[in-house]
Nanobody, 127 residues
Framework: QVQLVESGGGLVQAGGSLRLSCAAS????????MGWFRQGPGKEREFVAG????????YYADSVKGRFTISRDNAKNTVYLQMNSLKPEDTAVYFC????????????????????WGQGTQVTVSP
């Protein structure tokens, strides 16, 4: 049974930083890509960032490029999202997700390519 547990959300002022963590269990973490998605109030869930199983390649949504950094520690079965220069429009529930297939050789942008999801963590950025 795969479990993904996010932590690190909270309330921060615009311009501030947060680091989200997602601890995974249930499958061999180092062989699956990981991603972060978010869903803002009244909006659909959107891709934020993803990292390949190897950790060598990552991909970002244009809206967060240059401000957010995704990383993974395969020894700790954890993926991180470092968020800097936060803006009020970054306010959302953030979800981590694990790619469906082993050794996927790209970063999927479509939520349908992720098989497992965490419960989400709220990030609120005040003006």
């Amino acid at each position: 049974q795969v479990q993904l547990v996010e932590s690190g959300g909270g309330l921060v002022q615009a311009g501030g930083s947060l680091r989200l963590s997602c601890a995974a269990s249930g499958r061999t973490f180092s062989t699956y890509g990981m991603g972060w998605f978010r869903q803002g109030p009244g909006k659909e869930r959107e891709f934020v960032a993803g990292v390949k199983w190897s950790g060598i390649s990552s991909y970002y949504a244009d809206s967060v490029k240059g401000r957010f950094t995704i990383s993974r520690d395969n020894a700790k079965n954890t993926v991180y999202l470092q968020m800097n220069s936060l803006k009020p429009e970054d306010t959302a529930v953030y979800f981590c997700a694990q790619v469906r297939y082993i050794y996927t050789n790209y970063v999927p942008l479509d939520s349908g390519e992720y098989a497992y999801w965490g419960q989400g963590t709220q990030v609120t950025v005040s003006p």
